[in-house]
């Protein structure tokens, strides 16, 4: 199947932002304040590198049927790290992309760790400190 070729390739780039992101905190019990905002911290970068690359090789017509999707993931956490009066986070990310399918795939990947962000929201609820 599409979807287990997909995972397959790009368990690299999964596997790469969960470290980058501490993630395995949120489920030992250990995860604070600091990986909160780090975790957005780091989303940032990743995003605003990547969604930068990835319309280099998308068409018009990719575009609009993208932004029908909230594709400007940027802008969203963008306005979480002003509200937490946040610094953007800066290290090095480099966007090897190469063609429309790889920008394909990353996009896949980010779309992926929104998914994935229902998962955290969920498991941050039963956090006492996390509550709202």
């Known amino acids: ?13 999964h596997n790469e932002i969960e470290t980058k992101l501490e993630s395995n905190k949120l489920f030992d ?19 605003k590198v990547y969604e930068n690359a990835i319309k ?3 068409t018009t017509k990719d575009i609009d049927v993208l932004a029908q999707t909230n594709f400007d993931k940027t802008a969203l956490i963008e306005k979480d790290l002003q509200e937490l009066n946040l610094n953007n986070l800066t290290f090095e990310t480099e966007a090897n992309l190469s063609n429309r399918a790889e ?30």
């Open 103 to 132: 920008a394909f795939g990353a996009l896949y990947v980010i779309e992926g760790s929104m998914l994935g962000g229902n998962v955290i929201a969920k498991t941050l609820k039963k956090i006492p400190e996390f509550r709202t």
């Open 29 to 47: 019990g250990t995860f604070s304040d600091g990986n909160y905002y780090k975790m957005l911290q780091v989303n940032h970068q990743f995003l």
């Open 56 to 58: 280099n090789f998308l």
């Open 1 to 13: 199947m599409l979807s287990n070729y997909l995972k397959e390739k790009t368990a690299n780039y």
